[in-house]
């Protein structure tokens, strides 16, 4: 009897070590991470628990194929999505590279259309243990075993992407198939309007915050280099753009604070009410170091201006 | 013997701690004359601070870590300098701890940066804003102190 009390307490535990042993292995182990500050509520948040293979993708993402799974933090309370991936990518001479992300924390996207999460990188610079934001993943709601959404990374896109939902029992083998390579649906009108006298000329922004240096002192400046960082959206206290040329490029100035910022927007497009550019931080002829991505007309041009691995939420109006 | 004894150092420690209650939680005119060698010392040394961080411009994000440490390093250096320099008065203190408190925030944001985490470092940003250095500065009447460096470049 003893003999075999002893071999079920043996064979619990090989089990459940077993269990533990695939799970990580399959998914990957997500504990540790913290209480979100907002919940989304388990009805918004449970239909997106699954495991998926990326099926489509923008094609300016560079990304061949990928799989991830969104699971709940073991033993949240109230319980919060952790998303895991791992990415196949082109690298710079078209050998394949893996490309590792977190997806946390979840919040609703407005209107109650899906989620979306900020996307944590696991890189070279990054310290033992940690993970830095490296843009954004949203999903909209699933329809059937397909999940349609966009992705942000590194300061570029938004790419639009597309997740099959894997059946229980259902595997890549750890190797999922290529996605489909979705053409760039960029606009290639250039300018931002089909008249330059509607876009051309002085702007001041509209969508200024409150100047967090004011009353800082000698801290003022620290802040307000601080506060224009990060991909989760800067501190944009005040700014203005002028638009002329031929063709037409747009001379940008962002401010937090007495914190300066100059961008040369090229290759302006348009397309209904998109306006794109390219972004560059040393003038025209530097490198471009990320793009804006927004909408236009009747005077205002707002939008997503994107450099390096921070992100200015502005919003112009022609003066 | 013993208890007269025992009488004598609680009242000895009771007076220590009326003074020193009375001198710290005081301000303004009765600390003027400590308070006059403070403030020319802690107005130089914000001058030569402002200085410093004007010069590091707005910096490039591949230069941030570069700003973040030199700026760590003024702002330490203005604390041991005005920290040395502070009287008895309570608004001198607390523009010092407001410097203390920058310290070691600077020092995470700076570890943020190292670790190319711009989210956290502006997230980090926050604990300076809190901490109304400008004000605490304009309590202790220093007007240079008070002032946001403005970037030469």
Known sequence: ?319 | MILALAVGAIGLIAVAGCGGGGSSSSAGAGNSESGGGFAATAEAACAKADKQIAALGTPQQADVLEYMERTEAVIEELHRRVGAAAGDGAAEAAYVKGLATAVPVLDQMTNAARNENYDAVRELSAGLVEIHLGELAEAAELKVCAEVPVSTS
């Open chain 1, 1 to 319: 009897m003893r003999r075999l009390k002893l071999v079920l307490a043996l064979g619990g535990v090989i089990a459940l070590l077993g269990s533990a042993g695939v799970a990580m292995a399959t998914t990957g182990a997500t504990t540790g991470y913290p209480q979100p500050k907002v919940v989304v509520p388990a009805s918004v948040s449970t239909p997106f628990e699954n495991r998926y293979v990326l099926t489509a993708v923008g094609s300016g993402a560079g990304i061949r194929s990928g799989e991830m799974k969104f699971e709940f933090e073991e033993g949240s309370s109230p319980e919060f999505l952790v998303g895991i991936s791992q990415f196949y990518v082109y690298g710079p001479t078209g050998e394949i590279e893996t490309a590792l992300f977190t997806f946390y924390p979840f919040t609703e996207l407005p209107g109650g259309k899906g989620l979306k999460a900020t996307a944590l990188k696991v890189g070279a610079a990054a310290s033992y243990g940690q993970v830095t934001p490296d843009g954004e993943l949203r999903m909209f709601d699933p329809e059937g075993d397909r999940v349609k959404g966009e992705m942000r990374l590194h300061g570029d896109g938004p790419w639009p992407v597309e997740f099959r939902i894997l059946d229980e029992d259902e595997s890549t083998g750890g190797h999922p198939p290529a996605a489909r390579q979705l053409p760039e649906a960029r606009p290639t009108d250039p300018g931002w309007g089909a008249d330059a006298a509607e876009y051309e000329g002085e702007y001041e922004l509209t969508d200024g915050a409150e100047d967090p240096t004011e009353k800082a002192g000698t801290l003022g400046a620290v802040i307000g280099v601080a506060q224009g960082l990060g991909v989760n959206g800067a501190v944009v206290t005040g700014g203005s753009m002028t638009v002329s040329g031929r063709p037409a490029t747009a001379e940008v100035e962002l401010q937090t604070g007495q914190e300066k910022r100059s961008f040369t927007l090229t290759g302006l497009a348009w397309q209904g009410d998109r306006r794109t550019a390219q972004v560059h931080d040393e003038g025209a002829g530097s490198p471009p170091v990320g793009r804006f991505e927004g909408t236009g007309g009747n005077g205002v041009v707002k939008g997503s201006l994107v450099s390096g691995h921070t992100l200015y939420k502005v919003e112009f109006k022609l003066k």
